[in-house]
């Protein structure tokens, strides 16, 4: 997998094919060259901002790359070495040169207007983004790009030795689905042991994130660092208050109907309680879902689901695969989680995932390609920040592929199989509703209490795990682990309020799952037409694109939850 040697898009204008764009001398030449040019007309700006967009790709494809070995081999020293120098050295350098540039285009836009609706979006993070700069936050950020690079290493870490093997904890969640009950609870036992050990090492990198963006936020003149946060991904559309609404319709709707599920699941598995390691396992004690022996098997199936869905699709998930395109098995110095990322000179996405032979890894494949499929279908735009759209859609993107792929399960499993597949899935979508309303407001309370305590932040999240679903599990004897679940949650460390995204985007998604329902042919099709329009209209635009409302308000909630209530209870 050599990530240089992707197809060109399209022959580069400004940048030389030779530049050296991990080289901080030649990076900034090519910016402060943008910044010295003469624009004298809307054309020349029109122009000027496609050299922009030209150069900014190309340097994000080249720190892209850099990511991406890093978390596909974070026990390499020197691959982990040479995304630290890009981050040390090339971000600092650029962002007060293109704080001129803000200025710049700023300037000249108002001199030469360009056509309004067209640059909307574009003229409104512009702006935001002048306000947001100061260049005393430039080695702060490089210093918080550092720490979330080590919660990765310490988290890419963590091994532990079972039943004789070494084994990622993406690989020991498996033994979650054993019907064996004792062998569930010693594996569970395990990884949080060997979660625990490193607490310490991951509160010390939480609490050193946290002083830097207290200082940061204060910098930049804002009272809190949620204001701040939100103004810096561009949330024109919703407030603080708005997920405050989430959290308390979450509480009302979702949290009683996990209950029930869980209910549910205690009798059916005869207990007097569940435990933690009880809510992975089929309640009736079915072996666990084998959908596919090995990332081979993952990929060829997944590509027959995406042919029946749609021909673009199939042909677009080939020639990811043909490229290399997919990194998709779980193995030892591989960061954790999952991501789609955009190589953005290159416009091609890249898979990264942690696949051990699932279910969970099935639902995620589909969701990372609806991210890649987003990618493509806005790849045409001479605009690199119109390339992506707003979290808010994105997720959306990823998550409705999700349900809409999961018609298509036959491709793994038999038709008993199938519907228990997609029962679980539909408590999956009922756990993480809850889940995000417990992680966003968890994180809103972290930087409302500035000068919180160790004690007081383990006792706040205790507080909000128990309100939002956390009291349905019996804790007893393992008050140490429950502390600290939120260490589990990367976006609580490397992208502050990047969350409560997923519940807004499943509302989304259960939508266009709804349209599918009554008409699958123009659900794709509305699909496809908000995911083409990439980031350049607001996101209640995009959303209306997509044939689907932006809002997570009671009114929404409500009927989508008791759709999925119908339909759970049919495949149960």
């Known amino acids: 997998m050599d990530l240089t040697q992707l197809p060109v898009y399209q022959k580069r204008v400004f940048v030389p094919e030779n530049a050296d764009l991990v080289d901080v001398s030649t990076v900034v030449a090519l910016y402060e060259k943008l910044e010295k040019e003469a624009i004298n007309s809307a054309k020349e700006l029109e122009h000027w901002l496609i050299k922009r967009s030209e150069l900014d790709a190309a340097l994000s494809q080249a720190g892209s790359i850099l990511y991406i070995r890093m978390t596909c081999q974070t026990d390499d020293p020197a691959i982990a070495g040479a995304y630290t120098k890009f981050v040390e050295t090339i971000p600092p350098a650029v962002k ?12 000249a836009a108002a001199l030469f207007p360009l056509e309004a609706k067209r640059y909307q979006v574009y003229n ?7 306000e947001l700069f100061v260049e005393e936050n430039v080695p702060l950020q490089t210093k918080v790009d550092l720490l979330s690079q080590e919660y990765q290493t310490v988290s890419g870490a963590m091994t532990v030795m079972f039943e004789g093997k070494e084994h990622t904890l993406p690989q020991m969640g498996k033994y979650l689905q054993e019907t064996d009950r004792p062998l569930r609870e010693r594996a569970w036992r395990a990884s949080a042991e060997r979660r625990i050990k490193d607490k310490d090492k991951m509160e010390s990198i939480f609490e050193g994130l946290f002083e830097l963006r207290k200082t940061i936020s204060r910098n930049a003149g804002f009272s809190n660092f949620t204001e701040y946060q939100f103004k810096a991904y561009h949330r024109f559309d919703y407030t603080p208050r708005d997920c405050k609404k989430y959290h308390e319709t979450v509480e009302k709707l979702i949290v009683p109907l996990n209950g029930k599920i869980l209910k ?22 079915q072996k666990p879902l084998a959908p596919f022996k090995d990332a081979q098997g993952l990929i060829k199936s997944t590509g027959s689901i995406f042919n029946k869905l749609d021909r673009d699709f199939g042909l677009q998930f080939k020639e990811m695969n043909d490229l290399g395109l997919l990194d998709l098995a779980s193995r030892k110095g591989k960061a954790p989680g999952g991501y789609q990322n955009t190589l953005s000179e290159a416009r091609k996405p890249f ?21 890649a499929f987003h990618a493509l279908a806005s790849k045409d735009d001479p605009i690199v920040d119109y390339r992506h759209a707003p979290m808010e859609f994105c997720e959306v993107a990823s998550m409705a592929m999700e349900l809409l792929g999961g018609e298509h399960l036959s491709e793994f499993y038999n038709p008993e199989d199938l519907q228990r597949s997609n029962r679980e899935h539909l408590e999956g979508i009922i756990q993480t509703l809850a889940w995000v309303a417990n992680i966003d407001a968890f994180q809103h ?16 999240w205790v507080g909000f795990y128990e309100q939002f679903g956390g009291k ?4 007893s004897d393992l008050a140490d682990v429950k502390n600290y679940l939120w260490h589990r949650q990367l976006h609580i460390f490397e992208v502050p309020f990047y969350y409560i995204e997923y519940g807004i985007a499943q509302l989304g998604a259960l939508q266009v799952w709804l349209n599918a329902r009554r008409d699958p042919k123009k659900a794709l099709a509305d699909y496809k037409k908000g995911l083409a329009l990439g980031g350049s209209r607001p996101v209640g635009e995009l959303y209306s694109a997509a044939g689907i409302s932006f809002d997570f308000s009671e009114s929404i909630i409500k009927p989508l939850v008791e759709a999925v209530t119908e339909e759970w209870e049919k495949l149960s």
């Open 351 to 371: 898979i990264f995932m942690n696949a051990v032979g699932i279910d969970d890894d099935v639902r995620t494949l589909l969701h990372e390609a609806g991210h």
């Open 445 to 460: 309370w972290l930087y409302e209490h500035p000068q919180h305590s160790a004690d007081e932040r383990r006792q706040a």
């Open 124 to 130: 409104r993070a512009v702006k935001t983004d002048i």
């Open 96 to 107: 007060p040169v293109n704080d001129r540039l803000n200025h710049k285009y700023v300037k």
């Open 472 to 475: 349905f599990i019996d804790w």
């Open 264 to 285: 549910k699941r205690r009798d059916q598995m005869k207990l007097r309680s569940l435990r933690p390691w009880d809510t992975a396992v089929d309640a009736l004690g």
